[in-house]
């Protein structure tokens, strides 16, 4: 068995899904994409799964509003911090 094939974090998935809703995939490169997924990953607890089914199917719906939530917020809270990261470096070119 490989570990890494069989389980994965569904933290992931909601992660890149509120990347895609922000429209960020398509205006940030690839490098920012991977410090904002890392950066927003390490603020909420993992979750992990084995079959995306069983999210959907064994999931209550107050429980899936909460993660989103939890998602919403780190993400954002990522996007704050790498933005004035960026702000500093220009004005300290």
């Known amino acids: 068995m490989k570990l890494d094939d069989d389980i994965h974090n569904y933290y992931e998935h909601l992660v890149l899904q509120r990347l ?4 960020l995939d ?7 994409l991977a410090d904002l997924c890392c ?3 390490n603020q909420v607890p993992p979750r992990y799964i084995r079959y ?3 999210m959907a199917f064994y999931l209550p719906q107050s429980e899936r509003q909460q993660m989103k939530m939890n998602v919403d917020y780190a993400v954002d809270k990522a996007i ?10 220009r004005q300290e070119a």
Do not use: I, M
């Not at 895609?20 to 429209?23: A, P, V």
């Not at 704050?80 to 470096?89: I, N």
């Open 20 to 23: 895609t809703e922000l429209g």
């Open 26 to 32: 398509k205006s940030k490169n690839a490098d920012y």
């Open 39 to 41: 950066l927003a990953l």
């Open 52 to 54: 995306e089914v069983d």
């Open 80 to 89: 704050r911090f790498l933005d004035q990261a960026e702000d500093r470096k």
